[in-house]
């Protein structure tokens, strides 16, 4: 899917949404990433960075991928965002 067109936003983020519906967090993880250099500013991608980095069980850095989001995301997101954080340790 990625080569039909590798800077496409949306398919790049349903090829993400299909990588963590299957486990395969490495991969959502390296989407993502692709999807925060693409759009810095959307505070979605970090969140799903942070997603992965949890199944991977990396907490220090999904935790930062949250505050991140949290810095980008509209007023209604942020207390979704705060239990995020809760989750992944932070306070």
């Known amino acids: ?3 039909l067109d590798p800077n496409d936003a949306g ?3 349903t090829l993400s949404t299909l990588y963590s519906a ?3 967090n ?3 993880l390296q989407i ?3 999807l925060m250099a693409l759009d810095p500013n959307n505070y979605q991608y970090p969140v799903n960075a942070g997603m992965a980095l949890l199944g991977l069980e990396r907490r220090d ?3 930062a991928m949250f505050q991140q989001a ?3 995301a509209p007023a209604e997101q942020q207390a979704a ?3 995020l954080i809760q989750q992944a340790g932070g306070s």
Do not use: C, P, V, W
């Open 26 to 28: 490495t991969n959502a």
């Open 70 to 72: 949290k810095t980008l």
């Open 11 to 13: 398919t790049l983020q």
């Open 61 to 63: 850095e999904a935790l």
């Open 22 to 24: 299957q486990g395969d």
């Open 1 to 3: 899917i990625r080569q």
């Open 32 to 34: 993502a990433q692709s």
């Open 81 to 83: 965002i705060d239990a």
